[in-house]
């Protein structure tokens, strides 16, 4: 099961021209894509707003994740601010991995941002979270937080953004998009010992654990006879014949 790196802006002082700061916005953006991740099987690992990109850096290649994400909306230059719109999507250039993934994010966001040919991908060396992650990475700008218009229009769609972020990941990740409902009780029910808990909605996919008959859980989203489910503080799949609702 893919896992990601999720690391909103740290930077409170940069502020939006109509209130708030590119910290508080971006968080926000984080805490709205969580339930889609979880629901479409992509399991997170996510920074804190008392962090700094050097620490959200040194955090993500602690671990071994599929992709590095990072959140973030822009600012013009002295003596052009509020002049610019348009959302940036980076990656490193050579990285094939990281080029797929911001071009299938940018696809995305072009379906919910109001200047479509305004959204588009750029190869980087400059910015840390790209050039200095082990995993591929992606860096959003997402809109130009100087902008009135771009800043406003980041504020009133904090959830088709999100949508759009996760159905590009779960694009890259080749996994079925599936909307995040209300967390369902469940418990195991087979009639031998245990249930795979899978990385994928795949019979030939790994193994993550196993959960034993009677065994509880809860059910974040369904594909084609398999449940999306959270077991303790796993994320997995599981064949759906095998779990009973209550």
Do not use: C
């Not at 992509?42 to 620490?55: E, G, H, K, L, W």
């Amino acid at each position: 099961m893919p896992v990601i790196y999720l690391s909103p802006s740290t930077q409170e002082n940069n502020r939006y021209v109509n209130g708030g700061s590119e910290e508080e916005w971006m968080n926000r953006l984080a805490d709205i894509m969580e339930p889609y991740l979880s629901a479409s099987g992509i399991r997170y690992v996510r920074n804190t707003p008392d962090m700094t990109a050097s620490s959200s850096i040194r955090a993500s290649n602690a671990g071994t994740y599929d992709l590095h994400l990072a959140l973030h909306s822009n600012a013009a230059p002295e003596g052009q601010y509020g002049q610019a719109r348009g959302i940036l999507v980076f990656y490193y250039p050579g990285s094939l991995r990281g080029q797929e993934a911001a071009n299938l994010i940018a696809d995305n966001l072009k379906t919910v941002y109001p200047l479509p040919n305004l959204v588009r991908t750029e190869p980087t060396t400059s910015i840390g979270e790209v050039r200095r992650v082990r995993a591929p990475s992606v860096f959003l700008e997402l809109g130009y937080h100087d902008n009135p218009d771009d800043a406003a229009w980041i504020k009133a769609n904090l959830d088709p953004i999100a949508r759009s972020i996760v159905l590009g990941l779960t694009e890259y990740f080749r996994l079925p998009f599936l909307e995040p409902t209300a967390p369902r009780p469940a418990v195991v029910d087979v009639n031998w010992g245990y249930l795979n808990l899978r990385d994928r909605p795949d019979t030939s996919s790994a193994v993550l654990a196993r959960a034993y008959d009677g065994a509880h859980l809860s059910v974040l989203g369904q594909w084609d006879g398999w449940y999306s489910v959270r077991f303790g503080d796993l994320v997995a799949w599981a064949s759906a014949d095998f779990i009973t609702l209550v």
